[in-house]
């Protein structure tokens, strides 16, 4: 029979321009959300981390938004290149012990 | 720059046979995880140690993987008997704890036949 993987949301933009990946988050008790991204055939790469204090922070070329009333995140990556093409997973953790949970990731394609 | 190191990146073998994955976590984190990726589930937490404790493993099939810490500097993912649903990527992760990002290694491909 065929097989069904998981469907990864995909984003195509052109070189140069700014992508904007986004998440919903489902526990409102989470307090510190990560950014990560990950090359084909390699693992999950740190990217940015936000607390839930913040509504923003930047890094180079990239900013996260936390939006806690709507329970959103972004991950905005200025003059996209090449080499942002990758799969983004965003993350989030809160309570007491150290786990974090992913999201299903999104697929970042750069047009040339 | 520090990194996850896990060994071996590819294994291929059959049906039945032991399996076991290491991982080097970055010297001075304190917590390490065991996850498992693949087409289907996405990524999944295995098992997670703080201190070279468990402290869950709930993620993890009991009867066939086994999941241990000898020292600061080895963690090991052990499956036995392997069968073909156990193909997939499997990654450790390791970090200073609670509010601190997880830094991941390069994976180990299984593949079971």
């Known amino acids: 029979g065929e097989s069904v993987g998981l469907h990864l949301p995909t984003l195509s933009v052109q070189e140069g321009d700014n992508s904007i990946i986004n998440c919903a988050y489902s526990?409102?008790?989470?307090?510190?959300f990560i950014w990560y991204k990950q090359e084909s055939g390699k693992g999950p790469q740190f990217i940015i981390d936000?607390?839930?204090?913040?509504d923003k922070r930047q890094g180079q070329r990239v900013t996260v938004l936390l939006n806690k009333t709507v329970k959103h995140l972004s991950l905005q990556i200025a003059a996209t290149q090449p080499g942002d093409s990758a799969v983004y997973f965003c993350a989030e953790s809160g309570g007491r012990d150290d786990k974090i949970i992913f999201g299903k990731g999104t697929r970042l394609h750069i047009l040339p | 720059d520090a990194r996850v190191t896990q060994t071996p990146r590819h294994k291929v073998t059959e049906m039945g046979q032991e399996v076991t994955m290491r991982c080097q976590p970055i010297l001075g984190h304190n917590t390490v995880f065991w996850y498992r990726q693949t087409m289907m589930q996405g990524l999944e937490l295995l098992a997670y140690?703080?201190?070279?404790?468990?402290?869950?493993d709930s993620g993890m099939p009991k009867d066939r993987f086994s999941a241990e810490m000898p020292d600061a500097t080895l963690a090991t993912l052990k499956i036995q008997p392997s069968e073909p649903r156990d193909s997939a990527v499997y990654f450790c992760a390791s970090g200073l704890g609670r509010g601190q990002p997880q830094h991941f290694g390069d994976g180990t491909r299984l593949s079971i036949l």
């Open positions: 140690f703080r201190n070279r404790a468990p402290l869950d």
């Open positions: 936000i607390r839930s204090n913040m």
């Open positions: 526990n409102s008790a989470s307090d510190y």
